[in-house]
């Protein structure tokens, strides 16, 4: 190699030093994600951020679609040996990614890798505890998480002469009989029923849902939800939908619609459609607690969460699952997450985070939009109110629409639907178990 | 007896057959003899684990009376599809042949749904009825229907098949066009000098003539409906209420692609295959007799 051949390598060396400091060197995290619209615009944000705040690592948000079509893409991926590094997954997805061993790789286990003091501590306990196996790690990071609270039409309740919002199911019941009676045309509808009236009323009123702590103890749970309670609660509002007191709406967030359109005076739904109906909503609302049964002993415990969580693919490199720890580091840090948390109505996933945004006075220039805190932190979870998991749950979610719907049409009588539900949604139970055999 | 045909070459007609039966293999045979592989087995939902199970997955399937049921809906949706779709096709072919000004606009039109993605024909309907904010959903009340497809699983059922037939006219339209302008002129014409009206000319030469057409197109349709109509459905209605609208292959899908469970939904699509062999055939030994070509 003559004089001239080395100079040039070194010239060449020195660009390389130069560039690798840029774009160059930079390790990519691939994020699929099914953040849609506003949404999907403040995840390109957050890693824009994390982009600019350091040069080693480049995080690529991906939109796969809903979250069952971002599972659905995140499985073929993975089949195809070429999986992101972090797959977001909506919690009905939760069993599915905690019993593929082989697929994932513990959020713990990635914050442990990279070396730097994590604290799983810091993160709000009801909604962590949902991601979190029964030795108490932490298997997917808490991020978009909601808990459904109640929203009602102000300017209606003014006009019906309703002095307060209800506190329990009766009150709802004589709300919207005076909303009627003032010519609202829809008194209450739900979101997410199987979410908000079984699910989540069991956890309020400290009911079964499924044996085995609600399925976080093992994949044999049974499902327990034909509870007396609820087949009180469904025939009241069977007989609320005979009186054309309450009105389906549909399965997921279509009711939204109607309570920001003005039909309906009432809504049970996700925290998170606050943004939705404040954009949409001609007239002045406010949230409050759910509703329940003053009759329960110890009533109301503690809300349960729906959502997504960041999980974690198997099979990268070493530097990548840094770069990923260093991501979740950002998002976890009490002024990003607080941000997310103010913008978005999810839950704040930090204490720090919760904290900061009660300081900064957001809570009382944004009246209602710490009931979902209020409700998750009501009282510490028992087992019946921290979560539930299950196998095949978009199956057995489908099934309990089903029955409901049977139940709201008349066709069906509350408690045999919510037998039948029962039935039909553990024959789903057994399927998962069985498929999923080796990964106890 | 000639028995190379027109091919000099022994191996020209199997290079030229060579590339349809490379896609058959690749997209049809293989996808089909995986969905019976898969068909026999219970696996999690990343493949990490696989069990024979033998035919346990077919006979959850049969004892489930839900699954029964969905037969019966299924029926009924492909049939009232196919007799919406053709029939609204072969009104449109009629009137669309006899225009004698703009016929291509006309023309064009009729075909453009064809173009629309099932999930967004769907949404489309979905928009248009919907209960809260659809335009037609507020006129049919103001006639005062009682319209509400959410818990009415009559009304569900005629908006899924609304929306799945709509999308299919334009295919069914383009062939009945056809299939009306290949008649030769000189029989009309004789049938009209012999003192036949309209209705007749068209019940007596214009119909059997079209028969191949439309006994081709009821087998294509048929098949759509059984096969291609998920997306419109989990769109519109999501197989609701309670089942209403559940046909085979959106339980297919929904098991398969939204709830993972891989093994459940390979049998059932064994069991549309079959299904769908069996009518086919049927049509071809039953119909086919009565089309006149």
Redesign the interface.
Known sequence: MNAACRGAAAALAIVGAVASSGALAQTEIHWWHAMAGALGDRVGDLAKRFNASQKEYKVVPVFKGSY?ET??AG?AA??AKSPPHILQVYEVGTA?MM?????IRPVHEVMAGAGKGWNPAEYVPAVASYYTDHHGKMLSLPFNSSTPVFFYNKDVFKKAGIEAPPKTWRDVQEAAQKAKAAGAACGFTTGWQSWVMLENMSAWHNQEFATRSNGFEGFDAKLAFNTLMLVRHISLLSSWAKGELFT????RN?PE??FF?G?CAMLTSSSAAYANIKKNAKFEFGVAKLPYYEEETGAPYNTIIGGASLWVMAGKKPAEYKGVARFFEFLSSPVVAAEWHQETGYLPITNAAYLATQKSGFYDKHPGTDISVQQMNSKKPTKFSKGVRLG?F??IR?II???L??V??G?KAPKDALDEAVK?GN?QLR??E??????K | MNRGGAFRSRWLPYALVGPQIAVTLVFFLWPAAQALVQSLFVEDAFGTAMQFVGLDNFAALLADPHYARAFATTAVFAGGVTTVSLGAALILAVLANRVARGATLYRSLVIWPYAVAPALAGVLWLFLFDPSVGTLAFALKRLGVDWNPLLDGGQAMTLVILAAAWKQVSYNFVFFLAGLQAIPRALLEAAAIDGAGPWSRFRRIVLPLLSPTAFFLAVVNVIYAFFDTFGVIDAATSGGPAKATEVLVYKVFHDGFKGQDFGSAAAQSVILMAIVIALTVAQFRFIERKVVY
């Open positions: 069952d599972l659905a499985i993975f089949r599915t019993a593929a061993k082989g697929a389906y709406g549909g399965r279509e619609a109607k359109n039909e095949n978009v199956q489908g629409d089903e029955e719907e049977a709201w049409a066709k039909r024959e399927r998962f069985q498929a999923n055999k080796s990964a």
